[in-house]
Each structure stands twice: as C-alpha cells, then as structure tokens.
C-alpha cells in the first residue's frame, strides 16, 4: 500500500475551514484516497474517499490534484465537534493501513 | 452508512483468562472483516483480515495463536484474546467492507477496550 504524509496538528477557527492536506506521491492508478476521522476511544468514521475527481459530501469535500500525489480535505465550516484525528489513507478499500493522521484542534 | 457493531464495549479481565469480542455487520453482508489493535496516542495497527468460511490471514509479528479469529457467517467475525495478559491491554477495533466499485469503503466499529489484570 503506498503511503502517506500528513501534517501531525493543525488548529481552525471555529466556523472557518479547515483545509487538512495530505501527500500521496507513490499512489498508484487504481488506489483511491480516503479520509477517516477518530475521535478519543471511539472507532474510526469514515469521511469521504475519490480516485481523481474531487468530491463532495455532506460531512467535507475532497480535492485531490491532477497527478494524484496529494489531496485535500476541506471542512468547510469547522466545529468544536470536528476536533479529531483525521487520517488520510490511500488503497483499494480492502486493508486500509493507517498513518499518524493528523490532529485537528478547533478553537472557539 | 452502513452500520458495524461491536461488542462489548470495554472488558476487564484477569491475566491468563480469555476474551471473545464480537464483531458484527447489521445492515450488509460481509465476506471479509478486519481486525485493528491502537495503544495509546498510537495510529491503528492492522492485525489480520478475516475471511468468512476460510482461515484468517494474520499480519506479520501477529501471533495466531493468541488471537483467533472466526468467521462463521456473513454477518459476524469474532476476535479471541487467548491467555490474556496486562501487555494484551489495548483497544481493539474491527471494520467491514460494503459496497461496490468505487463505492467500496470500510465502516469501523465503536471499538473494544481491553483492560488486563
């Protein structure tokens, strides 16, 4: 499973975005990207996942660039319950291996 | 979304004991689980996938042995501590594949948090 880096903290203003971004420069052409969310003793919540295009859902939008090296998840307004970790995963949905994620700390 | 329960939610047990958590997929059926284990402030660690019908495949450095997994149906995998002891503390969580394509994805369960005597 090819790998992924991300930013080990971000802060956000409550109501502003949160752009978390993350870089995938070994994906291959048929892994997706996905983006889970934990938070404290709960288990993962799947966010949102795409192959080229971006997406958008009703939890975040996914914007992953031309070549496919490194994504965006944007939060377009941020709550005080979106503090988590957020992971950025890349495979083919079977046998997701997780990174550090990142920590996102939304401020009031 | 698809729905993944777990269960029970936290155990404590005493060392050498065994524990059975149970891992079930409510709303879909699914032919293959996987099985996670996280320490404190760590990332989750893939400990084996399990596949309905046939013998899980462990990951490397995870014993087999210690930690069975069964798959007997569709819709339920089940995770074994077998001679629990304090280092097997640890919150263990399973997750299911549903969909199709690319609307394939996994849904996690809420998570076992094991406490070792």
């Known amino acids: 499973d090819a790998k992924t880096t991300q930013p080990p903290s971000m802060d956000c203003a409550e109501g502003r975005a949160a752009n978390l971004p993350c870089n995938h420069s070994?994906?291959?052409?048929?892994?997706?990207v996905y983006w889970y969310r934990q938070i404290h003793s709960q288990g993962p919540q799947y966010i949102i996942h795409?192959?080229?295009n971006n997406e958008t859902n009703e939890m975040a939008s996914l914007i992953i660039t031309e070549d496919r090296k490194s994504s965006t998840l944007i939060l377009p307004h941020a709550t005080l319950r979106d503090t988590a970790v957020y992971y950025c995963?890349?495979?083919?949905?079977?046998?997701?291996?997780f990174g550090a994620g990142t920590i996102l700390r939304v401020k009031s | 979304g698809a729905v993944v329960s777990q269960h029970p939610s936290w155990v404590i047990c005493k060392s050498g004991t065994s524990v059975k958590i149970e891992c079930r997929s409510l709303?879909?059926?699914?032919?293959?689980m996987f099985w996670y284990r996280q320490f404190p402030k760590q990332s989750l660690m893939l400990m084996a996938t399990s596949n309905e019908g046939s013998k899980a495949t462990y990951e490397q450095g995870v014993e087999k042995d210690k930690f069975l997994i069964n798959h007997a149906s569709l819709t339920l995998s089940t995770l074994t501590v077998t001679s629990a002891h304090p280092e097997d503390s640890s919150f263990y969580i399973c997750s299911a594949m549903t969909g199709r394509g690319t609307n394939e994805k996994l849904f996690f369960g809420s998570g076992t948090q094991l406490s070792v005597l």
């Open positions: 709303d879909f059926q699914a032919t293959t």
């Open positions: 995963i890349v495979g083919n949905g079977n046998k997701l291996v």
């Open positions: 070994t994906i291959s052409g048929n892994e997706y």
């Open positions: 795409g192959l080229k």
